[in-house]
């Protein structure tokens, strides 16, 4: 047996021919947030005091009410961002692991030989649901991602499954 036909020379970890971690879009920043709140809050604070000198002394505590209910729902809105998907391809192997904002973790493992890629397509609206089937089970898919960054993501994967399909390349010159 020669070293050209050595299995023991074989990598450890089977190459990832595809691997994508997705996360929610937000579009407001750290910074975005502090500016509109402090902007936010000193129009409450204002308008709140042109009606206590009105006499309608109640209206400030809604106007800080309102203030304090935005803030709480930024906040939640910034941490459910921390949520994840990631998708892992290798000739063995196709993971998808969801990760929740609360670090909740749900992996799924299929053979890439069996799986097949699903679209649920509009036609004004494009992609708006991927899925994985594989034996009969369905999983959803990438559903932080607009239309166009589906049909993106849904063509590399698709060509990473075809890969998969292709199988291993081993070229132990390089």
Known sequence: MTDRNDFDSWPETPPELFSAVLTPHRSLSRTGFIVLMTVLTAVSF?????????????VL?????????IYWAFRI????AAAREEITVTPWELRVSRIS??????EWSV???WVRLDKKSHAEFGIEKLYLVSRGRRIVIADFLGSDE???FSKALSEALEAARRGPTYNPIT
């Open 101 to 106: 904002h609360r670090g909740h973790r749900m």
């Open 61 to 69: 505590g809604f106007f800080c009410l309102d203030a304090l209910l």
């Open 46 to 58: 204002a308008a709140g005091m042109v009606f206590l000198h009105m006499g309608a002394w109640p």
């Open 111 to 113: 053979n890439p030989l």
């Open 77 to 80: 809105n910034f941490r459910r």
């Open 150 to 152: 589906k049909a993106s």
